[in-house]
């Protein structure tokens, strides 16, 4: 990684302290450019580039009338633990704005404890966006256990890889799994999953006090598809035999059921199942996911949801 100039450096500064004038210390803009002895075009610049550079995370407190309402229909429809709906962009293309802070918010507080917490997660973009908005903290007493593999098709380390990111910006120690997500044969599964660190891998994930996974699709645009784990012939057998979503690479139906063989059997995460997990939540948004999250849903594969509002209530026709 290159390293930042003197320029550089003083122009993020610049936008930092005006950045915390704004958002922490709730001067106006007016205000900042009397502090900073700059214009009031300048100090709007400034302000907007401690966001532009996160060097400003924004996260929205008030509860949103409406989305508390979705959040309790929710609730009370899936018998779910933990619910939070977050407001909506008609406008934004992102999947994960919104969600990927208030995943990031529920995970922080699950830390702020003295007594050691087991937090275990899936991978993805969703997931991956949520390590990002995680803050730095202070946590050697915690683990941070990953679900799945953390190996790409090719050999490489993947850039999916959530556990280490959260790993670093808490200071905790981090599990991964060295393994790719799908195993080539069920005989390289049998020869893997046989491995003495991977079973204590497994059992930490088991006893984990909370737990957040992505929700993907199984359809032609898939994720696992896209990133190589899977061949476009086993996702056409898994559409066939009534795939919908995935969790972690376990496929399964509209009602929640995992798919019978196909690629399941060489599925190399710790397996679905919310025994001895206080919370499973799934964190999704995106549209085309509807499916697949109604389905994770109905079959009781996670306990817990954070969503955005259209999202809501759509699962609630």
Not at 115 to 133: F, K, N, Y
Not at 136 to 160: T, Y
Not at 241 to 257: K, L, P, R, S
Request: with cysteine.
């Amino acid at each position: 990684m290159s390293r930042k100039t003197e320029p550089e450096n003083d122009r993020l500064d610049d936008a930092a302290r005006a950045g915390w004038l704004y958002y922490i210390a709730g001067n106006t803009q007016d205000e900042i450019a009397r502090t900073l002895g700059v214009s009031r075009q300048t100090a709007q610049r400034r302000v907007s580039l401690s966001v532009s550079e996160r060097l400003i995370k924004v996260r929205l407190d008030h509860p949103l009338a409406n989305c508390m309402a979705l959040a309790d229909r929710l609730r009370a429809k899936f018998s779910l633990e933990h619910v939070e709906v977050v407001p909506a962009d008609p406008q934004s293309t992102s999947d994960t704005i919104g969600i990927a802070e208030a995943a990031a918010a529920e995970l922080e507080k699950a830390l702020d404890s003295q007594h050691p917490v087991i937090a275990s997660v899936g991978t993805g973009r969703t997931l991956r966006a949520m390590a990002e908005q995680v803050s730095p903290m202070d946590c050697p007493q915690h683990k941070i256990v990953s679900l799945v593999g953390n190996i790409a098709p090719d050999g490489s380390a993947s850039i999916f890889d959530v556990a280490s990111r959260i790993g670093d910006r808490v200071r905790a120690p981090y599990y991964p799994m060295p393994l790719p997500v799908i195993a080539t044969t069920v005989h390289e599964k049998n020869l893997l999953v046989s491995q003495k660190t991977l079973r204590n891998i497994v059992d930490l994930a088991e006893q984990a006090d909370v737990t957040f996974v992505g929700i993907g699709t199984i359809d032609n645009d898939a994720a696992l598809l896209r990133d190589g784990f899977v061949k476009p012939d086993e996702i056409r057998s898994l559409i066939r035999a009534g795939a919908v979503g995935e969790i972690t690479g376990w496929a399964f139906d509209i009602e929640g059921n995992l798919i019978d063989g196909l690629t399941n059997d060489r599925v190399l995460s710790v397996p679905l199942k919310l025994t001895n997990r206080r919370r499973v939540i799934g964190v999704s948004m995106a549209p085309q996911r509807m499916k697949a999250i109604r389905g994770a849903l109905a079959g009781g594969l996670i306990n817990g949801l954070i969503t955005n509002e259209i999202m809501a209530s759509s699962l609630l026709q």
